[in-house]
Structure formats: C-alpha cells, structure tokens
C-alpha cells in the first residue's frame, strides 16, 4: 500500500451519571498512563513519553479531572492535534505520528496516527512492523470501551484486496493470541471497506480486550481521504458508540446473569420457608433468620433490576446517537455509506434492544416475589409471637392467682392453725404449725391456680364464639 496509515481509536469510560460533577471512575485516567508506557516502551523516540504534560486534566503529570470541567470543546488540549515527531527504520524512510485527545460526553477517546514521510512510499507487512502496531493492542493500551484500528492505503485496480486485507490483518495481531476474524466488507467514500474482529479467546465478552479492524484500501483513485476529514468528527463519534453499545449490552447480560443467581436463591428460600411453616410447632427462630436474608437479597436484585433499566435506557439513546452520525457519514458520501453499518444499527442493535427489554419484563415479578415473601413470613412471626406472649401472659396470670391466693390463705389460717383439726394428718393431736401452714398453702395455692386457668379461658374463647355467631 501507498499513503499508508495506521490509526489507533481508543475508548475509555471517563465518568458515569452516578458521578458527581468533577469525580469520575476509578482507572479514569489509565488510558493516558498506558499510552505513557508505549511512549517509554516501544514508541521510544515519539514525545508520546511527554503526553502527561500537554492534556489540561494533568497539571504538573498529576491526575487532575476537575480542569476538564466546563471546557465548550472536546480538545483534552490547547493546541488541538499534537505533533509526537517521527520514528526512524533502517529501510532509510521516518514515521511521523500524531495525536488526538478528546473528553466525548463521559469517554476518553485517542486518535493516534502514524503514517510514512512519504504518501509514494510502499508498505508490505513486512514494513508493517516499524509503525510497532503490537503496542498498539488491546493488551498494552487497555480501554475500558474498546479501540479499533484502522488502516488506510492506495493501491493498484488489480490488486487482490481481499487477501491484501486479510494479510494485514493477521500481519497486526501477530504473535498474540488474537485471531481476526473477517465479519463484513463493503465501500467507505469509494474505497473497499473490510472489517475483522479479533477476539481474546480467554475472555470473548470483554471489551477492554477485544480488537476491532478497520482496514480501507483505495484501488480507484477515489477523494476518500478528503471525504474522511470532512466526516471526522461524525466517524470518530461512530466508532465511540459503536464500542458503547458492545459495552452497554455486555453489561447487560451481566447484571441478568447476576439476576438469575439471586432469583435461584430466592426459590430455595420458598422451599425452606415452606418446609418451616409444615413443622408443628413453628420454629420462629428459623423464620426470623430466614426474613432477615431475604431483605439483602431483595435489595441486590432490585438493583440488578435497575442497573437493566439504566441499560436499556442507555442503549436506546447510544443507538439513536449512532443512527444520527450514520446519516451524516451518509450525506457527505453522497448517500454512500457501508451497508454493515446500516445492518448493525437494523439488526443488531433492536435485537439487543428487545432482548434487554425481555430480560427486565422476565425478571420484574420476581421482585414482587420477594416482596411477597417477606410480607408472609413476617404475618406468620408476628402471629406466633402473638400467640406466644399471650400464652406467656396466660401463665403469669394464673401463677399469679395461683400464689396470691395461696399466700393469703396462708396467712390467715396460720394464725387458727393449732384449733384447726386435721384428720389426714393428726386426728387427735395439734398439727405442728409449720407443715400444717405449707400444706394448706400448697392447697391453696393449687386451687387458685385451677380458679385461674378458668378466668383466662373465659377471656378468650367465648369471644370466639360469638364472633362466629356475629
């Protein structure tokens, strides 16, 4: 290829709406560190070492976000696009290298551009490798929405580009375990489009670790370079939400899978509360350990519930902002555009827009399930505790009868006790005072205790009866 370009797109979540202003997530600012390491590593003579000391949300190399609050443009910088300088090869040609950070909305997003001095210069694969495009991957640059690269280049009407992309291609990943994989192909501005997807096998969902490739050859001398700089911003802004809406649904599924975890936790919680209600008598320890999970539980799975809402929200309106820069991208190609974007945003996007839609309509009653739950066992617990202060009540009551009469009675006939015949116990003598006072009291005692039991049975079971009667 002649003209050749390589370009790094990066993406990396900066805040989210949970932030307050001026705070934002944690690793915000690991793009910008990473790229650091390239500059130190593998792009050793670029000023990509320095790029700390020209983005306003550093002062001094220190992570300050809250400079970045109230700026009216996307620039991270003053100067606009940084000159990094050049690479030199021992083939006797230099790379130059730019960049280009901004602050979109709530993401970080980095345009790093390498190109040969020289658009008559040619690059094979094996001129691939002085641009260092394995320092370029998702290994080393590690952005949390994602990046892709994208490769430019002229070429003659009779090359093959198919198999000229697909070399390139691997020519990228090489050496990794990444293995691209060919997914559309079709025009961008009168060059051939060809897109491929390299995916960590290790971790296939995760975005931080997948590598999307663009690569663009021009075989019929078309102004697609002219037309590209004047669709920048709108391809740029593509690309960004290209990456979101992969990370939105990813996030997705997760909080469904997570879900589903506590919902299954929630049916073996029936099953024990089913279990405890069919013991006689009711263990109301049990019942209070098993409401007191429940709530924990409640709570994680309404905010699995939420964080699926917020999704779908977030979605639709990513999806909606990708339909807009499409149209865009369209009108400045003079209604030419790749057909694989259109069928992303048709097909893709509403089926992943109905099937969180599908998830939030399976999982929400099941929250009113829990709710459910907790209401029963607490009527059940409030009841038996009922019941058992009451019986507590019950017994207080008659042994409260029970030794109050008894020490009455003890009190008064100790006093008669010797003119007081006994036959049981001395027929013709005295009874001795003391036992004959501890009989009769126990005497007593158990008789007030009888005339007890009867009062609280009259207190609550006639009422019964006649509520039924009513």
């Given at each position: 290829?002649?003209?050749?370009?390589?370009?790094?797109?990066?993406?990396?979540?900066?805040?989210?709406?949970?932030?307050?202003?001026?705070?934002?997530?944690?690793?915000?600012?690991?793009?910008?560190?990473?790229?650091?390491?390239?500059?130190?590593?593998?792009?050793?003579?670029?000023?990509?070492?320095?790029?700390?000391?020209?983005?306003?949300?550093?002062?001094?190399?220190?992570?300050?976000?809250?400079?970045?609050?109230?700026?009216?443009?996307?620039?991270?910088?003053?100067?606009?696009?940084?000159?990094?300088?050049?690479?030199?090869?021992?083939?006797?040609?230099?790379?130059?290298?730019?960049?280009?950070?901004?602050?979109?909305?709530?993401?970080?997003?980095?345009?790093?551009?390498?190109?040969?001095?020289?658009?008559?210069?040619?690059?094979?694969?094996?001129?691939?490798?002085?641009?260092?495009?394995?320092?370029?991957?998702?290994?080393?640059?590690?952005?949390?929405?994602?990046?892709?690269?994208?490769?430019?280049?002229?070429?003659?009407?009779?090359?093959?580009?198919?198999?000229?992309?697909?070399?390139?291609?691997?020519?990228?990943?090489?050496?990794?375990?990444?293995?691209?994989?060919?997914?559309?192909?079709?025009?961008?501005?009168?060059?051939?489009?060809?897109?491929?997807?390299?995916?960590?096998?290790?971790?296939?969902?995760?975005?931080?670790?997948?590598?999307?490739?663009?690569?663009?050859?021009?075989?019929?001398?078309?102004?697609?370079?002219?037309?590209?700089?004047?669709?920048?911003?709108?391809?740029?802004?593509?690309?960004?939400?290209?990456?979101?809406?992969?990370?939105?649904?990813?996030?997705?599924?997760?909080?469904?899978?997570?879900?589903?975890?506590?919902?299954?936790?929630?049916?073996?919680?029936?099953?024990?509360?089913?279990?405890?209600?069919?013991?006689?008598?009711?263990?109301?320890?049990?019942l209070k350990k098993l409401m007191g999970e429940i709530p924990k539980k409640n709570?994680?799975?309404?905010?699995?519930?939420?964080?699926?809402?917020?999704?779908?929200?977030?979605?639709?309106?990513?999806?909606?902002?990708?339909?807009?820069?499409?149209?865009?991208?369209?009108?400045?190609?003079?209604?030419?555009?790749?057909?694989?974007?259109?069928?992303?945003?048709?097909?893709?996007?509403?089926?992943?827009?109905?099937?969180?839609?599908?998830?939030?309509?399976?999982?929400?009653?099941?929250?009113?399930?829990?709710?459910?739950?907790?209401?029963?066992?607490?009527?059940?617990?409030?009841?038996?505790?009922?019941?058992?202060?009451?019986?507590?009540?019950?017994?207080?009551?008659?042994?409260?009868?029970?030794?109050?009469?008894?020490?009455?009675?003890?009190?008064?006939?100790?006093?008669?006790?010797?003119?007081?015949?006994?036959?049981?116990?001395?027929?013709?003598?005295?009874?001795?005072?003391?036992?004959?006072?501890?009989?009769?009291?126990?005497?007593?005692?158990?008789?007030?205790?009888?005339?007890?039991?009867?009062?609280?049975?009259?207190?609550?079971?006639?009422?019964?009866?006649?509520?039924?009667?009513?």
């Amino acid at each position: 290829m002649k003209n050749f370009s390589l370009s790094l797109y990066a993406f990396h979540l900066c805040h989210t709406f949970t932030d307050l202003p001026g705070e934002v997530v944690k690793d915000a600012d690991l793009l910008w560190k990473n790229l650091v390491k390239v500059g130190e590593k593998s792009l050793t003579s670029l000023d990509l070492k320095k790029l700390r000391s020209k983005l306003i949300s550093y002062k001094k190399d220190k992570y300050e976000p809250k400079r970045q609050q109230g700026r009216k443009t996307e620039w991270l910088t003053d100067a606009g696009i940084l000159d990094l300088g050049s690479l030199s090869t021992t083939e006797g040609f230099k790379i130059h290298a730019n960049l280009q950070p901004f602050l979109l909305h709530d993401t970080y997003a980095v345009d790093l551009t390498l190109f040969a001095e020289s658009p008559n210069i040619s690059i094979d694969t094996p001129q691939l490798q002085y641009f260092k495009p394995s320092s370029l991957l998702p290994s080393n640059i590690q952005a949390s929405l994602g990046q892709t690269l994208w490769i430019y280049g002229e070429v003659d009407p009779s090359e093959d580009c198919d198999a000229l992309a697909k070399k390139f291609a691997i020519a990228l990943v090489a050496d990794t375990n990444l293995n691209p994989v060919a997914t559309e192909k079709g025009e961008l501005f009168g060059s051939l489009l060809f897109e491929y997807q390299a995916l960590d096998p290790d971790e296939p969902d995760n975005p931080a670790k997948q590598c999307h490739i663009l690569i663009v050859i021009n075989n019929s001398q078309a102004a697609t370079e002219t037309l590209a700089e004047a669709a920048y911003d709108w391809l740029r802004d593509l690309l960004c939400i290209y990456h979101k809406i992969l990370y939105i649904y990813q996030l997705a599924r997760q909080s469904y899978r997570e879900a589903r975890i506590i919902y299954s936790g929630l049916e073996e919680n029936i099953e024990e509360f089913n279990n405890l209600i069919s013991k006689n008598p009711t263990q109301l320890s049990d019942l209070k350990k098993l409401m007191g999970e429940i709530p924990k539980k409640n709570f994680d799975y309404a905010r699995c519930l939420q964080d699926l809402q917020i999704h779908h929200t977030a979605i639709n309106t990513n999806i909606n902002n990708y339909k807009i820069c499409l149209e865009e991208i369209h009108n400045i190609g003079s209604g030419n555009s790749p057909q694989a974007w259109q069928d992303f945003l048709n097909k893709d996007c509403k089926k992943w827009q109905q099937q969180i839609q599908t998830d939030i309509n399976y999982l929400t009653p099941g929250q009113e399930l829990f709710g459910q739950l907790v209401d029963t066992i607490r009527g059940i617990v409030e009841t038996e505790q009922t019941e058992s202060d009451r019986s507590l009540e019950n017994t207080i009551q008659i042994l409260g009868i029970g030794f109050g009469g008894g020490a009455i009675i003890s009190g008064v006939v100790v006093q008669h006790i010797d003119k007081i015949p006994i036959p049981l116990i001395s027929p013709n003598n005295p009874p001795n005072p003391f036992y004959a006072s501890l009989i009769l009291s126990v005497l007593a005692t158990c008789f007030f205790i009888g005339i007890g039991w009867l009062i609280t049975k009259r207190q609550y079971y006639p009422r019964k009866r006649n509520s039924n009667k009513d």
